[in-house]
């Protein structure tokens, strides 16, 4: 992307619109515009959009030192920078050296890490300006960021509705402008749900593409590093940046980083989309609620003719199955769960609770386990037990492993047809706070259209679709073969030219946001 205008820098109060792409021809331009500048415009962004709650700790001292460190590597004609002054934001569940590392969980309060995650350390090696760490549910656990020990997210386009979950900082990091790149960790669609309900893209790379080395343990097989920002342009270079081998995590693939000169050979290339109408139609009362609602159907069809102006070939799929991915993907995820938070008992790890009198080491790691957990993990933690447990495992988890790779075949084979597959993000638009915490079936019901990208280990990529005033946003999804993520932002980017600019929520409704 070309650096913008000396007339449009001067013109602009504040570079928080840019993109990443922008920010980075005119920081490494020079004046007006230098990394420091750009942080500086970012943390004040930051800190008036408070209210809508999407991070959970800042360090502007720290920022600003990296971004001084950036101006200086440019100013001594050191090598070029990827992402020279871009401000990053990163979720909580992911480590920065000498930050805090809580997942929002009070299991991790205090804690801060010793070490760099390695995608954390890619980005700052190519010169990128960490301004805060987001708001998460707890343990990535939830759809809707409200399970946080922190406390809940506010949607940017209405506070009083919810910003999605598990990466809801970090969409409304991105949605208001206080990072033009923000890193999330995607389970079940813990990115691309709230890159839908904020209107960002978010992308779930294939897994295996990103190393997940420094990022708190969830559900081992599903979950993947993920990238959040206001075009697919960007969320392009910054996979171009955090992907690639590493040594710290054997499931890490062996191959190079993605390149985003491949978009460039896909999109000269005929595509095909895929859509699985009859499934969708299937799928409108799912678990008993509203499920797709037709304000996003229609949207979503709207976005399908965009791709068809756009010189997309679509056609119709079967995605026989489709319904018990969500069944398969909580079997799979609560036991994984509950494997991996086994180990903060208040003796090795995690929270420790007061000893009392008489207290045996199963009673004192039981209040600590008790005490440094809300309810969502507990509730998941019992679950994974469950299904795990003697009498159980054959008739739940190996029956969901068959289920998952059943579902893998079947999502194969309708790839056989097409390029990409094209699915709502999410069935409905942002629904209000509180509203749907005492329905865990309804929230799970959310992840209907992600949860497969997880359980097969395909990208995912979520684009906005066109927003009329007064309405919410939501997302369409496109998911590709295994390291396919160059069909996945060749199709976005067509998507985005015959969408045009989207509306953004201006500052001063952020101001009057009540948390």
């Not at 669609?189 to 990022?215: D, F, I, M, T, W």
């Not at 993947?224 to 890490?252: F, H, K, P």
């Not at 060749?490 to 509306?503: I, S, T, V, Y």
């Amino acid at each position: 992307m070309s650096a913008p205008s000396q007339r449009g820098i001067a013109a602009s109060p504040s570079a928080y619109r840019w993109g990443a792409g922008q920010l980075v021809a005119a920081v490494t331009t020079g004046a007006p515009w230098t990394a420091e500048r750009v942080t500086r415009d970012a943390l004040a962004q930051a800190a008036a959009l408070e209210p809508l709650g999407a991070y959970v700790s800042r360090d502007p001292a720290r920022s600003l030192a990296i971004a001084a460190e950036v101006d200086a590597a440019l100013q001594g004609g050191g090598p070029p920078l990827a992402l020279a002054g871009v401000p990053v934001s990163i979720k909580d569940n992911i480590a920065e050296a000498g930050q805090p590392l809580s997942a929002c969980s009070r299991m991790l309060a205090g804690y801060r890490s010793p070490f760099d995650a390695t995608v954390t350390a890619r980005l700052r090696d190519a010169g990128a300006v960490p301004v805060g760490r987001t708001n998460m549910d707890e343990f990535g656990m939830g759809s809707s960021t409200e399970t946080g020990v922190f406390g809940p997210a506010s949607n940017p386009w209405d506070p009083t509705r919810v910003a999605g979950g598990s990466s809801g900082g970090a969409a409304i990091s991105v949605a208001t402008g206080s990072a033009a790149l923000a890193l999330g960790t995607d389970t079940g669609g813990s990115v691309r749900l709230p890159a839908a309900l904020c209107g960002v893209v978010g992308l779930k790379p294939s897994y295996g593409r990103v190393s997940r080395h420094g990022v708190v343990a969830y559900a081992s097989s599903l979950e993947q590093v993920g990238l959040l920002a206001r075009s697919v342009e960007d969320v392009a270079l910054g996979l171009s940046v955090i992907s690639g081998r590493c040594a710290m995590d054997a499931t890490c693939a062996d191959a190079p980083p993605f390149a985003v000169e491949e978009i460039a050979k896909r999109d000269a290339a005929p595509l095909r989309v895929g859509v699985p109408r009859q499934v969708l139609d299937a799928l409108r009362g799912f678990g008993g609620h509203q499920g797709l609602t037709d304000d996003v159907r229609q949207r979503f069809e709207a976005g399908l003719i965009a791709l068809q102006t756009a010189g997309v070939d679509l056609c119709e799929i079967a995605l026989p199955d489709l319904e018990a991915a969500v069944p398969t993907y909580y079997v799979i995820a609560t036991a994984e769960a509950s494997t991996n938070l086994a180990r903060y008992d208040g003796l090795r790890y995690g929270h420790r609770a007061a000893r009392a009198p008489g207290d045996d080491l199963h009673a004192f790691a039981a209040r600590s386990r008790s005490e440094g957990f809300g309810a969502e993990v507990k509730q998941r933690i019992l679950l994974g037990n469950f299904v795990l447990s003697a009498g159980q495992q054959d008739a739940y988890y190996m029956r969901a492993c068959r289920v998952r790779a059943r579902l893998h075949r079947t999502f194969m084979a309708a790839l056989a047809h097409c390029d990409a597959v094209a699915l709502p993000t999410a069935p409905t638009t942002a629904w209000p706070r509180g509203a749907h915490l005492d329905d865990p079936l309804l929230l799970y019901a959310m992840d209907i259209f992600t949860v497969l990208a997880n359980l097969t280990g395909a990208p995912a990529l979520s684009i906005p679709l066109a927003q009329a005033p007064g309405q919410l946003p939501a997302g369409l999804q496109l998911l590709g073969a295994p390291f396919a993520e160059a069909t996945l932002c060749a199709l976005g980017q067509r998507l985005e030219a015959q969408r045009g600019p989207l509306p953004s929520p201006t500052t001063t409704e952020f101001g009057a946001a009540k948390r």
